[in-house]
C-alpha cells in the first residue's frame, strides 16, 4: 500500500469476512516514530458519515417516522425547497445540498456558522459528504430523540456495534483517546500546539470534530461497521442498525449519476457511500474513499464482506489512494 503515489510510513487494514472471518493488521512506525497499532485512531474525515447516517435513520424507525419523509415535517425553518427533500435523499448524498460550501462552513468558528435556514439545494448536483446534508440529519436526530447527535450516536449504534471508543465523534470523545495516546497524527516532530492547522493538537480545530464534519476512527472499527451494514442490507437484523427493509427501501431509492466535485468524476450513492454496480446497473458494493489522510472502506454487497485501511501519512490525489484500495480489494477477491 505504501509504494508509488502514497506518502505513507505505515498503515492498518481490517477485513471482515461473510462467515466470520477477521484480520486486523497494523504495519510500520507512526510519523513520530512510535509503533502503529489496531487502536490508534485517525481523522478518517467523512468516512463517519455512514454511521451518522445508520443513527440518523434509527432515530427516525425508533419514533415511528418514515425514513422516506420530507425533513421539514421533523426540522422546522428551513427553505421551501430544502424542507421538501427526504430524508432518504439527504443519506444518500443525493440532496443536492451544496450550499453553504463545505470548506467555508469548516473553516468558520462554530459560534458564526449561518443557521439550517441558510442551507440551499443546488438542482442536479450529487455531492461526496455534503456538510449541509449532514446537518440536517443531526437536527432530524437531535428533534426525534432529544439527545446530541454524537450522544445518540454513540449510544444507539457504536455501543450495540462495540465501538463506542474504537470512534470519535466529539471532542471529548478526542480527548480521551488523546489521553490514551491512540491519536495518529499524519505531522510528526513538528510544533504542534504552535501551528493552528495541525489539527487535533489544536483546541480550535477539535470544535469542529463532530458527526456533521467527520470524526476518528481505526480500520477495525470502519470493517466492523461495513460488515454490519452489509450483513443488514442482506437482510439479517444487526442491533445497532436500522431494520433490513428500511436499508433496502434507502438502497433501492432511485439515484442520479452526476459528476461530483470531489472525486472529479460521475458517481452515485446510497447510505453515504458510493455505488458500484455492474453491467446490468444492480448494486455490488459500497466503496467510500477519503484524503488527504487517506482511508478506504469497501462492502460486498453479495457476502457482506467488508475491508478498511487508514494509511500513516499523504497522498498525491484521491484517484491514487482509490487506485491503490482497488488493488487492496482485487487481492482480498483472489
Known amino acids: 500500500m505504501c509504494r508509488e503515489g502514497l506518502h505513507a510510513t505505515s498503515g492498518q487494514v481490517s477485513f471482515r469476512g461473510p462467515g466470520g472471518e477477521r484480520a486486523d493488521l497494523a504495519v510500520g512506525p507512526t510519523l513520530d516514530g512510535r509503533p502503529l497499532t489496531t487502536r490508534h485512531l485517525a481523522e478518517v474525515f467523512c468516512l463517519t458519515k455512514p454511521i451518522v447516517a445508520m443513527a440518523a435513520l434509527l432515530a427516525c424507525e425508533r419514533a415511528g417516522v418514515d425514513g422516506h419523509r420530507a425533513v421539514g415535517e421533523i426540522v422546522p425553518g428551513l427553505d421551501d425547497e430544502v424542507a421538501a427533500i427526504e430524508i432518504a435523499a439527504i ?15 469548516m473553516t468558520t468558528k462554530p459560534d458564526l456558522r449561518p443557521g439550517l435556514g441558510a442551507i440551499r439545494r443546488q438542482a442536479g448536483a450529487a455531492a461526496y459528504s455534503e456538510i449541509s446534508g449532514w446537518r440536517l440529519l443531526a437536527a432530524v436526530i437531535e428533534r426525534l430523540t432529544g439527545q446530541a ?13 462495540g465501538l463506542d471508543d474504537h470512534v470519535c465523534l466529539s471532542p471529548a470523545a478526542a480527548d ?6 491512540r ?13 493552528p ?3 487535533l493538537r489544536s483546541p480550535a480545530y477539535r ?28 437482510g439479517h437484523p444487526v442491533d445497532g442498525l436500522p431494520s433490513p427493509s428500511l436499508l433496502r427501501s434507502v438502497l433501492a431509492r432511485r439515484r442520479r449519476t452526476t459528476f461530483d466535485q470531489t472525486w472529479q468524476r460521475r458517481c ?17 458494493q459500497l466503496r467510500l474513499t477519503a484524503g488527504p489522510f487517506p482511508a478506504a472502506c469497501s462492502i460486498d454487497l453479495a457476502t457482506g464482506a467488508a475491508v478498511a485501511m487508514v494509511l500513516d501519512g499523504g497522498a498525491s490525489s484521491v484517484a491514487e489512494t482509490e487506485a491503490r484500495f482497488a488493488d487492496l480489494v482485487q487481492e482480498l477477491d483472489r
Open 91 to 105: 443519506v444518500n448524498h443525493d440532496a443536492g445540498l451544496m450550499a453553504p460550501p463545505a470548506f467555508g462552513w
Open 149 to 161: 447527535a454524537a450522544t445518540f450516536t454513540g449510544g444507539a449504534v457504536l455501543g450495540p456495534l
Open 176 to 181: 480521551e483517546a488523546e489521553a490514551s495516546d
Open 183 to 195: 491519536l495518529l497524527l499524519p505531522i510528526g516532530g513538528l510544533p504542534r500546539h504552535r501551528i
Open 197 to 199: 492547522m495541525l489539527h
Open 207 to 234: 470544535t469542529r470534530l463532530d458527526p456533521v464534519l467527520g470524526g476518528l476512527a481505526n480500520a477495525a472499527s470502519l470493517a466492523t461497521v461495513g460488515h454490519a451494514i452489509g450483513s443488514c442490507v442482506r
Open 268 to 284: 452515485g450513492f446510497a447510505l453515504a457511500m458510493e455505488v458500484i454496480e455492474d453491467d446490468a446497473g444492480a448494486p455490488t
